[in-house]
């Protein structure tokens, strides 16, 4: 099978990687640069104990645990398949009680989908899933970008590097947080799921800072990308971005976490 | 890189490598710099070669400043992956390799970027980061803990090893907050997980052995 799909707009290469699932490259739309590389680093996940009673809780007693989503946990092959208005590229992953779904869906209308489906028991009921999802968009070139984040009822400049929850604000299509490139005025809007209780991590772009293989960083110190804020600058720039979704498991599982990306000023 | 947020610098090799121009003389298309990132060559992204694996790890374990690593042998090599980087880098176009490697001698983490086209490890890193776990080191955590007492113990009629999970403490009581750990979870091949054990790398150890609902 091709690593190469034009279809629905958009051309774009992808892999399968050794712990961050299938990895897409040098995506374009209507034939101009919007993504260097994205991926899906890693899927922590931390568990919970069972009580009612806050006196008797005695916290989160053991730390997180992650199992590399890549070619030793993929179940089956992974799959291409069109859908009406769209290509997708889709892949199983299975480890012991934890199971997913990772999809990349692409849209005609510049839509992109970097979704995964998480299901499976896990050990027990009271566990959290923290996917991490890294993008490198490049929109028209990888420097002058510039990061936005929709607040106090309109779109506002970050400086530099942070850390940018959902504050539960969010312009009239529901997107939160964009990245635009000042040269052309086009961008890429995320809009989160609703229910990701969801945060972005806003990174300026190092040579050969590909997404780190843990989030486990020295003891004491902080995870990844949180260990990458610092205060460099971000206008102007070639910006990072980290999508991460907080996903409690409960009984309406299988839940799809993820943002929906929608890329505008590129089309024709 | 893991923490990489230094420039990328070159390093000599161990031994003087003059294989760029003797040795590699199909390689001119990806000497061709581009010059802008929608120009980037996508076979640069493609999966390694075997040989090309082992031309990295060759080129790590000369590199003189792991020495010490390679002579005493208690490494293992994490992860091999391709790793490309952006015009107008000087690297840009090159064929580059990102390895990982748990030096458990040191007990430290060796993140490198080698440069096969110019025979050289470019960049090095030495940390107390902890990447995922190796498939051997998964192994080893199964056969640590299936060998364990308490983990017998607690073992019913039928359990398994499902899973091997990359697992750290959340405080300085745990053991596993600062030592390279990892989780086996024990269960029916089709069903739900029964024990936990946890596994101490450096010492080959079980350190945790909790039934799962507690966990």
Redesign the interface.
């Known amino acids: 099978m091709s690593n190469v799909i034009s279809e629905a707009n958009w051309k774009f290469h992808w892999r399968l990687t050794e712990s961050a699932g299938i990895m897409i490259y040098l995506a374009d739309y209507h034939g101009r640069r919007v993504l260097w590389e994205a991926s899906l680093p890693y899927v922590t996940i931390d568990h919970q104990r069972e009580t009612l009673d806050v006196k008797d809780d005695p916290g989160e007693v053991h730390g997180p645990w992650w199992v590399p989503l890549g070619t030793r946990t993929l179940q089956g092959p992974v799959r291409v398949q069109s859908f009406r208005g769209g290509v997708e590229l889709s892949a199983a992953f299975a480890a012991g009680p934890y199971h997913y779904t990772q999809l990349w869906r692409f849209h005609d209308d510049g839509r992109l989908c970097p979704w995964l489906t998480i299901y499976g028991p896990g050990v027990h009921d009271q566990h959290t899933y923290h996917p991490h999802w890294r993008f490198d968009f490049d929109l028209d070139g990888a420097r002058d970008d510039a990061f936005e984040r929709f607040e106090d009822s309109r779109w506002q400049r970050v400086g530099q590097e942070g850390w940018f929850p959902y504050s539960g604000e969010a312009d009239e299509h529901g997107n939160v947080w964009r990245q635009i490139d000042a040269g052309t005025g086009a961008a890429v809007h995320i809009r989160p799921h609703s229910w990701d209780d969801a945060e972005v991590f806003a990174i300026r772009y190092h040579d050969g800072e590909w997404a780190p293989y843990s989030p486990r960083n020295a003891a004491g110190s902080q995870t990844f990308p949180s260990a990458y804020v610092g205060d460099e600058p971000l206008d102007g720039d070639d910006v990072t971005l980290w999508y991460v979704a907080h996903v409690h498991f409960d009984q309406s599982f299988p839940y799809t976490a993820g943002p929906w990306v929608k890329v505008s000023g590129l089309g024709n | ?5 230094k420039p ?1 610098k070159a390093a000599k090799p161990a031994k003087s490598k003059p294989k760029v121009a003797a040795s590699r003389p199909a390689k001119p298309a990806r000497r061709a710099v581009a010059p ?3 120009q ?1 060559d ?1 076979t640069l ?3 390694l070669t075997p040989g090309e694996i082992a031309d990295a790890l060759r080129t790590l374990t000369e590199d003189r400043r792991l020495s010490s690593m390679a002579k005493v042998g208690r490494y293992r090599v ?2 091999t ?1 391709p ?4 015009p107008p ?1 000087w ?1 840009a176009g090159h064929r580059l390799v ?1 390895v ?1 490697v748990y030096d458990y001698a040191a007990d430290r983490a060796v993140e490198a ?1 080698v440069d096969l086209d110019a025979g050289v490890v470019a ?1 090095l890193e030495l ?6 776990l190796s ?1 051997d080191e998964e192994a080893l955590a199964v056969s640590i803990a299936m060998v364990d007492d308490r983990v017998r113990a607690k073992l019913t009629f039928g359990d398994v090893p ?9 405080t300085t009581e ?1 053991l ?3 030592r390279r750990s990892a ?1 086996v ?1 024990f ?1 029916r091949p089709d069903g ?2 029964s024990v ?1 054990a946890i596994v101490d790398l450096l010492e080959n150890t079980v350190t945790q052995v ?1 039934p ?2 507690m ?1």
């Open positions: 890189m893991a923490s990489s947020k990328v802008d990132i929608a980037a996508p992204f493609d999966p994490i992860c992956e790793l490309v980087v952006k880098h690297m990102r990982v970027c960049h940390t107390r980061g902890q990447p995922m498939r499902q899973s091997t999970l990359h697992y750290w403490g959340r745990d596993a907050y600062a989780a979870v269960g739900h997980a936990v909790v799962a609902e966990w």
